[in-house]
């Protein structure tokens, strides 16, 4: 059993400790979800998450993130 986030991704997808991140998805559970995942790992900040695609693209220009989840069928 995994029993980390970590030990699932490769080192090379690793972020790093400094990396800022917007997610977006439409479903409550899978955003809740993502943060849960990303928020037990060290470093990192989750800057925004959002529920639809139009809130995302204001979130990501506003914060600029290293990184963007995006579900695409949104």
Not at 23 to 41: F, K, M, R, S, Y
Not at 46 to 67: C, K, N, S
């Amino acid at each position: 059993m995994i029993s980390s986030f970590s030990q699932a991704v490769p080192t090379a997808f690793k972020c790093s400790a400094d990396a800022r991140v917007v997610l977006a998805d439409d479903h409550p559970l899978v955003l809740i979800g993502l943060q849960a995942v990303l928020q037990a790992e060290p470093g990192g900040e989750i800057a925004r998450a959002a529920p639809d695609g139009a809130t995302a693209l204001a979130m990501i220009r506003a914060h600029e993130p290293d990184i963007a989840v995006l579900d695409i069928n949104m």
